[in-house]
């Protein structure tokens, strides 16, 4: 049902990073979409999407949040407004 | 009127009352001392970190790197050390704002003033400066910090230090602000009391053990002991000072109450304020990161020129004293 093939939260391996994709992971379950979540620490991929901070949040390649953690249901959201749903 | 009246007051009470010392004996003193800097510094510590995060929400690292591409290189310079000082370095993510500045067309010279200021002026060690020395001393430490950081940036833009990039660094990225990143205030409000927490989570142990030796060189070392070793006079204390600062990376917490004990015992204040430069800006665990994008030449260069300049601001502060 979702239109999104790829979730990923890219991080330079710091405990913000961390904890984002924890956060990630369960945003997806609890919105039932079957999308991994990977967790990406190449700096060349964070820093070609323009962002400088970290934690990433990508939908699809595309960069959605950088440089906080935000509480589940705006990663909820966030998740749902890049699927189109 | 000191505007902590309330905690020197407990501390009193504490100390004299509450475990029965006599007041004006050296382990009473040295214990009063500890209690009251301790608590004052917490909550100097809480609120302010509280307060620049909170700031620092509305200027995230992408907005600040379009301001600086924009001005002529003169006040760039001066835009990108003012700006070092409300953004958070931390040794992960030193690359990516390296990165972000130079593909976005910032001059390497500015980017390399923001690399210096960053860690170097930070709402830490300017608050531990204010509640331990007075605002005289944090106002020169921004002033001393913002020199060094210009004069470093001026110098290896200079150098033309393009020649000895890693190619990570040369390759043209994406730029341009996130497009979904706008917080809402509960997001800026959370972030700001995380990074508080997280901050200060991590540098207590060091505030008390900075905060406890201080205060037993306070109670126990005669005053102007240290004078005879480096009082202003000393020629070779500042650079020693600067060698001795940088084991010590960005460990402010530790360090500021220590010095305030040891100017109290006759160290010079351009000596003092070059080895807190010297730990803040020197560290190892970022040289190493930005090996990454850096030469080992520039590398070199760079703690080099940070590492004359911070010598010469702590001459420069000890002739003027």
Known sequence: MSAISKIEVLGSGCPGCKKLHELTVRAVRELGFGVEVDYVTDLDRIVGMGVMRTPVLAVDGRPVLAGFIPDVERLKEEIRKAAGA | ?321
């Open chain 2, 1 to 321: 009127m000191d505007p902590f009246f309330p905690l020197a007051w407990a501390a009193d009470k504490l100390v004299y009352g509450a475990l029965g010392l006599r007041p004006g004996g050296l382990t009473g003193e040295a214990l009063r001392f500890f209690f009251y800097d301790t608590a004052k510094i917490l909550i100097l510590l809480v609120v302010v970190i509280f307060a620049v995060s909170l700031i620092r929400t509305f200027l995230p690292p992408e907005r600040i790197r379009t301001v600086i591409a924009r001005h002529h290189p003169l006040t760039g310079h001066l835009l990108a050390a003012a700006l070092g000082v409300i953004t958070p370095f931390c040794s992960c993510s030193a690359v990516p704002l390296f990165l972000g500045f130079v593909q976005a067309g910032v001059p390497l010279g500015v980017t390399f003033t923001f690399l210096v200021a960053s860690p170097m002026i930070n709402e830490v060690a300017l608050t531990l400066l204010w509640g331990l020395f007075g605002w005289r001393i944090a106002a020169l430490y921004v002033t001393s910090g913002v020199l060094v950081a210009v004069f470093s940036g001026l110098v290896i833009g200079r150098l033309k230090p393009q020649k000895w990039l890693e190619p990570l660094a040369l390759k043209a990225g994406a730029a341009g602000a996130v497009p979904g990143s706008k917080m809402a205030w509960r997001d800026r409000v959370r972030y700001a009391r995380d990074y508080a927490a997280d901050i200060l989570k991590k540098i207590w142990p060091y505030l008390l053990a900075g905060i406890g030796l201080g205060a037993w060189i306070h109670g126990y070392v005669p005053a102007g002991f240290l004078a005879g070793y480096a009082g202003a006079d000393k020629w070779y204390a500042v650079p020693l000072a600067v060698v001795a600062g940088v084991p010590l990376y960005s460990n402010a917490a530790g360090v500021v109450p220590l010095v305030r004990a040891l100017v109290e015992k006759g160290v010079a204040v351009g000596t003092a304020l070059a080895f807190m430069m010297a730990v803040t800006a020197l560290s190892l665990p970022e040289f190493m990161i930005l090996r990454r994008v850096m030469k080992p030449r520039l590398l070199a260069v760079f703690a080099g020129v940070v590492a004359v300049g911070i010598i010469l601001t702590g001459y420069l502060f000890n002739f003027v004293n």
